[in-house]
């Protein structure tokens, strides 16, 4: 059986497992380390994927990236410098 996964989809797993993931104090630290939330939202905000947030998908990705912020205190500076 073939399993077509919707660009959507993938946008809204990926926000959701990295929230899973901020429940986990390493990959927090890790995520402030290497800058990987500006990469992440970057990575969405391009042209190449920016159409993929057309549909409720935006909703999605900013309540992770809101919960990410709220449940890990050390990605508040960096989140709000990121969306700015």
Known sequence: M????RY???V???SQLLGSLCLNNLFVQ???DRGALKCFVNF?????YLWALASDTHGSLSSTLDDMMRHATSLRGPGVDVLI
């Open 8 to 10: 959507e989809d993938a």
């Open 30 to 32: 890790d995520l402030n």
């Open 44 to 48: 969405f905000m391009s042209k190449t």
């Open 2 to 5: 073939v399993c077509f996964l």
């Open 12 to 14: 809204a797993f990926i």
